[in-house]
Every structure is written in C-alpha cells, then in structure tokens.
C-alpha cells in the first residue's frame, strides 16, 4: 500500500531534477500526478515511468495559469517550479528580480489561490513549496534575488499554514541544499571553470557531496503524505549539513 493512495497530485517543475523525481516518486507511492512543465519534451516518458502521471505543458508564471490550476482536482500540491538568478544587489538587474519573483512567488501564490478552495471544501490538503536553504535559513553568494524570493515563499508558506490550519489544509516547505539537476549543471558549464565550480558547490557540504533529486523527493513524500499530519508551516532542511 502507497502512502498517497487515493490522492491527486499536482507537481510543478517537472520537466527535470526534483520535479521530476517528485512527481515519479508520488506516482509510485499511489497518488494520481498532473506533472507540470513549460516543455512537454521532457515529461514525454513519464507516462511510460508510471501510467498515473499526466503530463500538462504550461508555464507557471504565465497569466493564464491560474485559470488552468482551477480546472485541476488537488489533494497534494507542489510548487517546485524556480528560476535561480545569479549575482549580488549590485549586480543583479530588474529583469532578475522581475523574473525572480514571478517564478518563485508569484507563480506559487496563484497555484495555491487556485487549489485551496477544493482542499477547504474537502476539510483536507497538503501544500508543499520547495525553497532553498538560499532563504531566509542562510545567505549564499551570489544569490541576491534568489535568496529573497526563496524566503517570500517561506513567508509564503507559513501565511497559508496560519490561515487555514482549521480547515484541513497544511503547508510546509523543503528547503533543499545543492542538489544534482541539469540545471545546476547549466549553471556550472556556464563559468569560466566549471571544473573548480563544481568542486566549489561540493564543498559547501559537509558530507562531501551534492544531494540527489530522489533524496529531495523522499522529504516531499513525507511532508505530503498523512505521516506529517501533524505539521504544518514547518521548514525542512535537507542539505547535507550546508547550514550547519
């Protein structure tokens, strides 16, 4: 027996890295998954992963994708969807901080306004946003825009745990450290030395190692799942001790 048995999902960010291992691990676990991506390329096999999971090509921080989330029937969300701009307050442009916060906050806000009426109306549902340790749980260089958005969807977060713990709905936040994806690899090649920059994002864990998107996906599982039915704006670090 599965532990989301019975549920639906929505995962945003699906397309690659911890989206994705999300939305396979929740459809191994039982649950029904809309897996949300801007490419339907990369979500194409999923199907063939797991016939529960249903690919649906849409760009989250679009207008229109509050309209679309209101179709869809959600026990669980996840707002996995992010975009990480790179540089400091100095550096980073308004395009940076434009595209940050409707990725990384807007987007999400719109999500859990579209679903939470049909999770208030069931007495029952499970909201999970995946931050960064790049938040409010600790700076990183580089990462001005980044960061602050991150801690907007912490704020985020906790606002929805407030607002409606009476009425059946929780919501809680992975904040992951760094964690293998494509993306982070886009990042790396993207340096003048991708080789001492890979070298360099190891580093800033303890255990010696970047984390891995099914890692990620197992603490999603939990906090979505009835096993974490007592905890609701809480903040789960999985960083292979970075903020240590």
Known sequence: M??????????????????????????????????ISRSLAKMEDLPGISPGIRPLALDVASLGAEAVFLTLDADILVNCAGYVAVGTTLTATDEDWRRSFEINVLAPARACRAVLPGMIARGAGSIVNVASVASSVTGVK???????????????????????????????????????????????????????????????????????????????????????????????????????
């Open 2 to 35: 599965g532990r989301l048995d019975g549920k639906s999902a929505i995962v945003s960010g699906a397309g690659q890295g911890i989206g994705r291992a999300i939305a396979i691990a929740f459809a191994r676990e039982g649950a029904t998954v809309v897996a």
């Open 142 to 244: 580089d990462r001005a825009a980044y960061g602050a958005t991150k801690a907007a969807l912490i704020g985020l977060s906790k606002a929805i745990a407030r607002d409606h713990i009476s009425e059946g709905v929780r919501c809680n936040v992975l904040c992951p450290g760094t964690t293998q994806s494509p993306s982070l690899d886009e990042r790396i090649l993207a340096t003048e030395d991708p080789e001492a920059t890979r070298r360099a994002f190891i580093a800033r864990q303890p255990m010696g190692r970047l984390g891995l998107p099914d890692e990620m996906a197992e603490a999603v599982v939990f906090l979505a799942s009835d096993a974490a039915a007592f905890m609701t704006g809480s903040v789960l670090v999985v960083d292979g001790g970075q903020t240590l």
